[in-house]
């Protein structure tokens, strides 16, 4: 069924986004940020901020991969898609009304991507019915 390799693939680039994320753009963002001279408590929110996105990553993958496995489990995959829509929007949004950095990440692509084939996946799973 084509949902079933759609949603595997929305799992495999999540986890590949989470380990970009943890093992390259950690080193990236991090230190700097502790050598801004920002108050302690706005770096440590920022480092509790970044990791709290890895968890919703890591929540996002199980829910697809999930979805792919085991049948009659759509609703995760479905709240997946959205989850990833919603960072779409968020790092679209922080683009055009923040700043024009975010365009240089892979955040407004990546979850766009996700977004589409989640939600593609869960059409084509109602049209095999």
Request: glycine share 10%.
């Amino acid at each position: 069924m084509m949902s079933t390799w759609l949603f595997r693939i929305c799992a495999f680039i999540c986890v590949a986004t989470l380990l970009a994320h943890e093992l390259l753009g950690a080193p990236m963002v991090l230190p700097p940020l502790a050598d801004a001279g920002l108050a302690d408590e706005v770096v440590w929110l920022h480092h509790f901020s970044w990791h709290v996105g890895s968890v919703a990553v890591v929540a996002m993958a199980a829910m697809f991969l999930y979805a792919s496995v085991k049948a009659g489990n759509l609703p995760m995959a479905f709240i997946a898609s959205l989850m990833s829509l919603g960072f779409a929007l968020l790092g679209i949004g922080l683009g055009v009304l923040g700043s024009s950095a975010m365009w240089g990440t892979p955040a407004p692509y990546v979850w766009t991507v996700i977004a589409v084939l989640g939600l593609f996946g869960l059409w084509s799973a109602k049209e095999a019915r």
